[in-house]
């Protein structure tokens, strides 16, 4: 298996994920929605957070990606009580961190959730609003 290494250059082009390598870039994959950010979390491995809020991923705009291309998973749905001022309103994750090995999400709504990095399924942890 291939890993990142100080030659290569990633880069989110709308919907593409890209690598640069040998000086010439190459598409890795194309997610539903616009890349707003990504972060390496391993030699092989990149969380890639799309466009929240649009509806073309469901809420669940956060994604496993490895040096491939392959798609390993995509964030379970953020399951929290409904917002009784806007029922059916999208709840999209608006963010993650990866820290001391462990990956976190947070909703629209301000729920945190621990994510697993095997299966993309999450676990509420908390409430912040800001």
Avoid at 34 to 51: A, G, L
Wanted: aromatic content about 12%.
């Amino acid at each position: 298996m291939e890993s990142i290494n100080r030659t290569m250059e990633l880069k989110g082009l709308n919907k593409l994920l890209k690598i640069k390598k040998n000086n010439a870039w190459k598409v890795l994959c194309e997610l539903p929605d616009k890349i707003e950010r990504f972060e390496i979390i391993s030699d092989d491995k990149i969380v890639v957070q799309t466009h929240q809020g649009s509806g073309l991923t469901d809420d669940r705009n956060i994604f496993l990606v490895d040096l491939s291309g392959n798609v390993f998973w995509q964030i379970e749905k953020a399951e929290s009580p409904p917002d009784p001022y806007h029922p059916g309103r999208p709840n999209p994750y608006c963010g993650f961190k990866y820290e001391n090995g462990r990956l976190y999400a947070y909703s629209q709504f301000g729920f945190d959730y621990e994510v697993n990095l095997e299966n993309g399924k999450v676990s509420l942890i908390g409430f912040n609003r800001w």
